[in-house]
């Protein structure tokens, strides 16, 4: 994918590839997509919680959010392991 440089929203907005509402290619981009983040969560899914948290402090949220990547780091070197020693 080629990268492209705008000079202001209206620029990029003019040559913005949207698709046109009612568009027959929309339910298989949207197919693909789901596929392609289902392969990229695989085998240990998502560690994100569901819901809206609020937090007092930025510190609070960004210890949260690493409380919840690690945990998805820690699941997936278990599933590595598990697989590299049948």
């Known amino acids: 994918m ?17 698709l046109i509402t009612g568009d027959p290619a929309i339910p298989r981009k949207v197919r693909y997509l789901w596929g392609l983040s289902e392969l ?11 819901g809206v948290r ?3 402090s930025i510190e609070e949220a960004n210890s949260d959010r690493s409380a919840w990547e690690q945990e998805r780091v820690k699941r997936l070197r278990t599933e ?6 049948p």
């Open 2 to 18: 080629s990268l492209r440089k705008y000079h202001s929203v209206e620029e990029s907005n003019r040559q913005a590839q949207w």
């Open 40 to 50: 990229l969560l695989r085998p240990v899914g998502t560690c994100i919680p569901r």
């Open 80 to 85: 590595r392991k598990i697989r590299s020693n």
């Open 54 to 56: 609020k937090y007092r």
